[in-house]
Every structure is written in C-alpha cells, then in structure tokens.
C-alpha cells in the first residue's frame, strides 16, 4: 500500500524529468493526498503546480525547496517546507545559487572535455531547459554523446564527488541554509541522512541551529535502517520525515511517488507542524478513495 504523502518531488524546473503537471498526475493515479515539490534551489515550479492541481483537489500541496550545502569531505541537502516563497531575501539567495550553478556547469563540461569526452555547452542547456542547471543534465549529455551506458554511470565514473570531472558549488553550510530556511518562515529537514559522513554526529550538531527533521521514511530503506533512523530522530527531538525523492531519472534505485513505507499519522502530524505558517495549506485530503 502506498503513503498518502510524499514530501520529496523534482520537477523540471531543477532535475527531474516531469513537468509538475505531470507530477500532478502521477500523485492522483498513485492515491497521494500530500505532496511537497522541493526543486533544487528554486521555487518556480510552485505556482505551476498549484495550477494543475485545481483537476485534483484532493491533493494538498506543500510548498518546498532543496539546498545542497557543504561539510568537509560530505554533502548535506537540506529540505525547507511552507517557506514563504515570495519572501525578497529568500528569492534573492535562491537566484545567487542558481547562477552559481551554470558556472558550476560549464566548468565540469570543461574538465570532461579535457578529458577526452566533450560536450556541447549549448546542448547541456538545452537539456536543462528553463529549469536550475544541474549534474544530471551533464549527465543526460553524456548518455546521448553515447560516452556511457547510463546517468549512474555518468556519476560513478565522472561526475560524483570523487569523480574527474566533479566541481565544489559555492560553499553554503547546513547552518546558514537552516537559517535561511527559518527566516523565510519554513521547516528545514535534513534530507537523506544515510549519504552524510559521520551521519549522528554531523546531524545532531545541526539541532542547535535550528534543524527541525530529518528524513526517516525515505525510497527504499529497510525496516532496520527505518527503526535506526526514527530512533535518532527521537533522540535528537526532530520531525520523522519521509519522500520518494523522484525525479523520473529511470535510475536503479528510483521509486514511485507515494510508494515509500510512511505512516499516514507522520502526514498528519507535519501537516499540523506547518499549521499557521507562510505556505501553509489545510489539509484536504485525509481521507482515501
């Protein structure tokens, strides 16, 4: 049985592959009642979204975003909920990281072409369209230039921390994302915990500045991994949290919106937590067809 919620969508307007009408869709055939579109360092794709869900109003949008920030040696993504969207400092900080990214971009196509692979600038953008320019647009252009067999590929060999052509983004720490999350009035969440180096330690030093959840219920986790990451969150005092993190990519660890093990009292519950704040929508949908 799938979850009626899913805190963690990619559009098109950052790397996934669905518009989010078409997301919209998919959340309807798969039963969601809630869902969260949390593109990488962007809001854009919200008011289209809230447009193709006037077909389906059963289904709650929550209002979300994705910041990928550093420590040394690890990533940690941080999720913001209900932020008020409009807010000019938040859309300000949003539009530096954007621009941070297609220098990012470019550089990496420059090592791939020292590299012996090169790629088409033009094409890359292409791929992007009018969403945030990412690693996974990179490596759909390496896939079509028929350099490897699959956007996995393209990452372990190339493009990953590690890889050749890797590139550090501008240097945004958890915390600062945290505060910039909080100020703009919204919920952040660590996303995907597993991926952290020193996942307990470096999670729980976040708590002071301001951290409030951490993904728990998240793609394919085990009940073991589930019932080791809850067990943290309760320590630590943070939201149990839970998303697909789709992005339509047909990579192999990939799932279905709404096909991930989150009860529906952690949907309620976060959807009470974000009662009374900016991008705050009530609840329409608590009930299943």
Do not use: C
């Amino acid at each position: 049985m799938r979850a009626k919620g899913d805190f963690h969508l990619h559009s098109t307007h950052s790397d996934g592959r669905r518009t989010p009408a078409e997301l919209a869709a998919i959340a309807h055939r798969n039963g969601l009642r809630v869902i969260a579109l949390t593109d990488h360092d962007t809001v854009n794709g919200l008011s289209e979204m809230r447009a193709a869900l006037r077909a389906y109003p059963e289904i709650t949008l929550v209002p979300g975003v994705e910041l990928s920030t550093d420590l040394p040696g690890t990533e940690v993504h941080i999720l913001g909920y209900w932020v008020d969207e409009h807010d000019p400092q938040f859309q300000a900080a949003l539009a530096r990281f954007r621009e941070g990214r297609v220098g990012r971009g470019r550089a990496m196509v420059n090592k791939l072409t020292a590299l012996g692979f090169p790629l088409s600038w033009e094409r890359v953008q292409e791929i992007a369209g009018d969403a945030s320019i990412g690693r996974p647009h990179i490596a759909q252009a390496m896939v079509e230039a028929g350099y490897v067999a699959s956007t996995d590929e393209a990452f372990d060999r190339f493009l990953g921390r590690n890889g050749p052509a890797y590139v550090e983004r501008e240097k945004l720490s958890p915390a600062e994302a945290i505060k910039l999350i909080r100020d703009a009035g919204g919920v952040p969440v660590v996303a995907h915990p597993t991926y952290i180096a020193n996942m307990e330690q470096e999670v729980a030093a976040l708590v002071p500045h301001g951290l409030m959840g951490m993904e728990v219920y998240y793609r394919r986790y085990t009940p073991e991994q589930i019932a080791a990451l809850r067990a943290l969150a309760d320590r630590l005092g943070l939201f149990p949290l839970g998303g697909s993190d789709y992005h339509a990519m047909e990579r192999e660890e990939e799932t279905e919106p709404g096909d991930i093990p989150l009860p529906d009292e952690v949907v309620d519950a976060f959807m009470a937590l974000g009662r009374g704040r900016p991008g705050y929508e009530p609840l329409r949908g608590q009930g299943r067809p």
